[in-house]
Structures are given as structure tokens and as C-alpha cells.
């Protein structure tokens, strides 16, 4: 069965740190890109990082570049997103997701979510 499945959610004050994962069965991660999104209350789901599956290219969205690392462990099967200096705007559902490439495929497997609150 190909899954997803996300962790390392919680509740974390302003300023602070998380680390979330991403971790992949049923399938070998080394063939596909990863991409994270994430969707807050009331608002679209937006595309926050991508990473390629040889980890050639990096991909962040305006709002978390220098406060977002994206990284992958392929024997482990599992893409982290490293999140620092989180603020209030960065609460919402992070999901990540199976893409064939991170510029044109829009992807295929959706993990549950975990939820990042930010608040003090």
C-alpha cells in the first residue's frame, strides 16, 4: 500500500522550532520528488517546499525561504522539513506529497496532515 504519513506537529510559541517528517511506504522514495504543503484555516492549500529525488534542487516558497530546510533520508524513506523562527502566520495542516519532478507534476499521494499551531 503506498502511504504517507507526516509527524512532529505540535504546539510551538513564536520564534520557535519543528520538525516535521514525512515518512514513505509501499513504495521507493528514491524514484519520486517530495513535496510539502500546507493548508491554514480558511485559506487555500499552498505549496511551501519541494525537493528533488536525487536532492539535486530545493524549492521554497517566498514566505519560508531562510527559515525552512527541506532534506531527505532515501534508506530511511523518509523527507524532513526543518522549520525555524516560526510565526503566528505559519499555523495550518503540513501535508506532504508524491510529485514525479517538483516543477510540473502536481503529484499523486497525499499523506493525513499534521497540525503546526503557533502561538504563545
Known amino acids: 500500500q503506498v502511504q504517507l504519513v507526516e509527524s512532529g506537529g505540535g504546539l510551538v510559541q513564536p520564534g520557535g522550532s519543528l520538525r516535521l517528517s514525512c515518512a514513505a511506504s509501499g513504495f521507493t522514495l528514491d524514484y519520486y520528488a517530495i513535496g510539502w504543503f500546507r493548508q491554514a484555516p480558511g485559506k487555500e492549500r499552498e505549496g511551501v517546499s519541494c525537493?528533488?529525488?536525487?536532492?539535486?534542487?530545493?524549492y521554497y516558497v517566498d514566505s519560508v525561504k531562510d527559515r525552512f530546510t527541506i532534506s531527505r533520508n532515501n534508506p530511511a524513506k523518509t523527507v524532513y522539513l526543518q522549520m525555524s523562527s516560526l510565526t503566528p502566520e505559519d499555523t495550518a495542516v503540513y501535508y506532504c506529497?508524491?510529485?514525479?519532478?517538483?516543477?510540473?507534476?502536481?503529484?499523486?499521494?497525499w499523506g493525513q496532515g499534521t497540525q503546526v499551531t503557533v502561538s504563545s
Open positions: 506529497r508524491r510529485r514525479a519532478n517538483c516543477l510540473d507534476d502536481e503529484g499523486d499521494v
Open positions: 525537493i528533488t529525488r536525487t536532492n539535486t534542487a530545493v
